[in-house]
């Protein structure tokens, strides 16, 4: 199989993940599915694509810059994601009426940005909340 073939069937698979992020983006109900769809299925897009590049030039500089661009891609979108979906929570930004749960509900206190993972955390965060309501 030549490198062009490989290439190219890399990149009809990278614009398949591109298209489907696409349609995710116009489709989806809400910002944090959105979110979700555009992270998986455009990070793969990109890293099949830029591997398209690294197969056909077959060059070492070109194919280490090619594995590098991924890695930091791979390492990066999920992070940017988990930021934006943290400030959209934070700014109240509604969740799409067909969620089922919001598991953040109730643990996490949105003044102080303190998350509970225990009984114990949630019921001192709850205390906080009364303070400063009885506070202001």
């Known amino acids: 199989m030549s490198a062009e073939l ?7 698979i ?19 599915l959105r979110m ?3 992270t998986k299925a455009a990070t793969f897009g990109v890293g099949f694509t ?7 030039f077959g060059d070492l500089g070109v194919s280490t810059r090619a594995v590098a661009t991924v890695l930091f891609l791979f390492l990066t979108a999920p992070v940017a994601a988990h930021v934006l ?3 959209a929570y934070l700014n109240e930004v509604p969740l799409w009426e067909g969620t089922i749960t919001d598991e953040l509900k109730g643990k ?11 009984e114990e955390d949630i019921d001192r965060l709850s205390d906080e909340v009364d ?5 202001a």
Do not use: Q, W
């Open 85 to 87: 979906g943290r400030a």
């Open 14 to 32: 990278g614009s398949f993940f591109m298209l489907i992020a696409g349609i995710g983006v116009v489709r989806l109900p809400d910002l944090y």
């Open 36 to 38: 979700s769809a555009t």
């Open 50 to 56: 830029v591997l398209a590049a690294a197969t056909f």
């Open 108 to 118: 996490y206190n949105l003044k102080s940005h303190k998350l509970a993972s225990s």
């Open 6 to 12: 490989v290439a190219a069937i890399f990149l009809v």
């Open 131 to 135: 303070g400063e309501n009885s506070n």
